[in-house]
T-cell receptor
Framework: KAGVTQTPRYLIKTRGQQVTLSCSPI?????VSWYQQTPGQGLQFLFEYFSETQRNKGNFPGRFSGRQFSNSRSEMNVSTLELGDSALYLC????????????FGSGTRLTVV | KQEVTQIPAALSVPEGENLVLNCSFTDSAIYNLQWFRQDPGKGLTSLLLIQSSQREQTSGRLNASLDKSSGRSTLYIAASQPGDSATYLC???????????FGKGTRLHILP
């Protein structure tokens, strides 16, 4: 079966712009979680969506937001980009909750210049 | 505060050796623990998932153990190969706030 698909794979944006990243989970998975990975901070939890509702949230500013659609696909948006937002953004899907274990996508590499 | 620690941060061993990677966590009220590997610039590949009721899981040359009471998990890799070179991360699911927290990983280099 198809894995977790993240698009785009690479993105270069300018400070102040906004960006939208997409994640399609494994078929049948209803939970989607987003993580930011940087060399200094490691993997930091952004938020988790289940059945179109945000179920859990990390400690990121309001510039980071997300949503989930009825087909479980999820998007995350970052507004007013800052240089420090440059990172690998990873999406993970799970059956109903992360209790069942994560499957990760390949990530979107965002570079802010 | 819930924390997950992986020591050492980096490890180099000759090919063929058996090795152990460590993961410790500060709160024993967990629902699962998952080990991943990550190759440079790539996503995370799941290796083993241990539920809180389990003591260990095995897959091929990999064996992961879990000791909730002491807040520790180990990933044992037998007969290491150059292809095992990667960063290994553990992720712990905590009951208290239903969050999954990752360690910062151990960067493993297998010397041919």
């Amino acid at each position: 079966k198809a894995g977790v698909t993240q698009t785009p794979r690479y993105l270069i944006k300018t400070r102040g712009q906004q960006v939208t990243l997409s994640c399609s989970p494994i078929s049948g998975h209803r939970s989607v979680s987003w993580y930011q990975q940087t060399p200094g901070q490691g993997l930091q939890f952004l938020f988790e969506y289940f059945s179109e509702t945000q179920r859990n949230k990390g400690n990121f500013p309001g510039r980071f937001s997300g949503r989930q659609f009825s087909n479980s696909r999820s998007e995350m948006n970052v507004s007013t980009l800052e240089l420090g937002d440059s990172a690998l953004y990873l999406c993970a899907s799970s059956l109903e909750k992360p209790f069942y274990g994560y499957t990760f996508g390949s990530g979107t590499r965002l570079t802010v210049v | 505060k819930q924390e997950v620690t992986q020591i050492p941060a980096a490890l180099s061993v000759p090919e063929g050796e058996n090795l152990v990677l460590n993961c410790s966590f500060t709160d024993s009220a967990i629902y699962n623990l998952q080990w991943f590997r990550q190759d440079p610039g790539k996503g995370l590949t799941s290796l083993l998932l241990i539920q809180s009721s389990q003591r260990e899981q095995t897959s091929g040359r990999l064996n992961a153990s879990l000791d909730k009471s002491s807040g520790r998990s180990t990933l044992y890799i037998a007969a290491s190969q150059p292809g095992d070179s990667a960063t290994y991360l553990c992720a712990v699911g905590f009951d208290r706030d239903d969050k999954i927290i990752f360690g910062k990983g151990t960067r493993l280099h297998i010397l041919p």
